[in-house]
């Protein structure tokens, strides 16, 4: 079954604004990542962050973690029309050699 | 570098064929994934390796199998396709499995009539 649930399923908004997506997990984890898709592409990492982390910036992508909750949140900054695409959490388990378990994605609209 | 390569990127089968797809990484990565992506289902893991000469089950392993035989090749194989098999088929790699990022190919869109 899978780890992560990315809430909202779709969310579309007005180029400029800020796009925050959320994930919640059930287990323990190692680290959790966001990667995006284009439609019809493959998979691009976005950003990890471990366990021990709460936030983690890169560009306009910030990244929070709160453990004792088991959630995450995508936030990206003064969004693009070029950021349309399909943003998917990913859990990497405590546990030995457990692959990354992916959620179901949130179907991001920016509209120019 | 070319990263992660699959063959083919399309394919159509009859129901009972049975097909192959080539994974291939440059990276010299020890951990390769393979992923099926159906609408409204995100990914989900069919098989995986650790290892060259390793494989193990993931989430959906029926009607699936795998073989490992060069680190820089991972194989999926369909022995009797069926109509539910039709879905875009994903192959990963990563370094390790809990610390780093996951590479992923293009995707193999593959229908079963």
């Known amino acids: 079954s899978q780890q992560g649930e990315e809430d909202p399923q779709a969310l579309s908004i007005q180029e400029g604004e800020n796009a925050t997506m959320n994930c919640s997990y059930k287990?323990?984890?190692?680290?959790l990542q966001w990667y995006r898709q284009n439609s019809g592409r493959g998979l691009v990492h976005l950003i990890l962050i471990r366990s021990n982390e709460r936030e983690k910036h890169s560009g306009r992508l910030r990244v929070t973690l709160d453990t004792s909750k088991k959630s995450s949140s995508l936030l990206i900054t003064a969004s693009r029309a070029a950021d349309t695409a399909s943003y998917f959490c990913?859990?990497?388990?405590?546990?030995?050699?457990?692959?990354?378990?992916f959620g179901k994605g949130t179907r991001l609209s920016v509209i120019a | 570098n070319a990263g992660v390569t699959q063959t083919p990127k399309f394919r159509v089968l009859k129901t009972g064929q049975s097909m192959t797809l080539l994974c291939a990484q440059d990276?010299?990565?020890?951990?390769m994934y393979w992923y099926r992506q159906d609408p409204g289902m995100g990914l989900r893991l069919i098989h995986y390796s650790v290892g060259e000469g390793t494989t193990a089950k993931g989430e959906v392993p029926d009607g699936y199998n795998v073989s490992r035989l060069k680190k820089q090749n991972f194989l999926l194989g369909l022995e009797s396709a069926a109509p539910s098999q039709t879905s875009v088929y994903f192959c990963?790699?990563?370094?390790?499995?809990?610390?780093?990022?996951?590479?992923f190919g293009q995707g193999t869109r593959l229908t079963v009539v």
């Open positions: 287990t323990s984890i190692n680290n």
């Open positions: 990913a859990t990497a388990s405590n546990s030995g050699n457990t692959p990354l378990v």
């Open positions: 990963a790699s990563s370094y390790s499995v809990q610390h780093t990022e996951a590479f």
């Open positions: 990276m010299n990565h020890e951990y």
